[in-house]
């Protein structure tokens, strides 16, 4: 199984600042034959359930802010809030879809300063 | 609008059976892959497993922690997906997510809590 590392498990940051969350697969989730990396971020805000933000790697899903963006390849992955708002104080989850079982990092807890 | 709603979770003893279904709307059902995660109760996000749209083939795929007991399966003429849980433990007890699985998961259900208590 594809083991999905975190980091940090949680981050306070002022509101209007930058927060990034890093995300490290245990093996190459990069599929050569179309170069696309196999990686998707959520946000879950508390008592609802996540929602995709993120989708090979660095593909924003239709709705989700501009301040969001996400980066990376191979094993090595992040996803960057360029300006943090009150509304994006959530838990954060990598997930990895290149192979099953499909596996989510432990997540991180973002909160503001 | 897309929406799931799942349905059936409640509280079950070990070793008892429940079956969670999932109604779908707001997209084409039949071509859908779709998808089971759960989140045990102050824990982080579990896939349990998917099955293919019928003319990817209709297959299953099943995590370690289910496989064996728990099945998957859909009924795309009331476009609602299914799990059938058998066998369950304390450690099952979560919150069942339905999910429709395209590049990600990009919908997800309001979700159906399980308990497994004795």
């Known amino acids: 199984d594809i083991v999905m590392t975190q980091s940090p498990d949680s981050l306070a940051v002022s509101l209007g600042e930058r927060a990034t969350i890093n995300c490290k697969s245990s093996q190459d989730i990069l599929y050569s034959s179309n170069n696309k990396n196999y990686l998707a971020w959520y946000q879950q805000i508390p008592g609802q359930p996540p929602k995709l933000l993120i989708f090979?790697?660095?593909t924003r899903e239709s709705g989700v802010p501009d301040r969001f963006s996400g980066s990376g390849s191979g094993t090595d992955f992040t996803l960057t809030i360029s300006s943090l708002q009150a509304e994006d104080v959530a838990v954060y989850y990598c997930?990895?879809?290149?192979?099953?079982?499909?596996?989510f990092g432990q997540g991180t807890r973002l909160e503001i300063k | 609008e897309v929406q799931l709603v799942e349905s059936g979770g409640g509280l079950v003893k070990p070793g008892e059976s429940l079956r969670l279904s999932c109604a779908a709307s707001g997209f084409s059902f039949t071509s859908a892959w779709m998808s089971w995660v759960r989140q045990a109760p102050g824990k982080g996000l579990e896939w349990i497993g998917r099955i293919k749209s019928k003319t990817g083939g209709g297959t299953t795929d099943y995590a370690a922690p289910v496989k064996d007991r728990f099945i998957i399966s859909r009924d795309d003429s009331e476009n609602t997906l299914f799990l059938q849980m058998n066998s369950l433990k304390t450690e099952d007890t979560a919150l069942y997510y339905c999910?429709?699985?395209?590049?990600?998961?990009?919908?997800w259900g309001q979700g159906t809590l399980v308990t497994v208590s004795s």
């Open positions: 090979w790697a660095s």
């Open positions: 999910t429709k699985y395209s590049s990600g998961l990009d919908y």
């Open positions: 997930q990895q879809y290149y192979s099953l079982p499909i596996t």
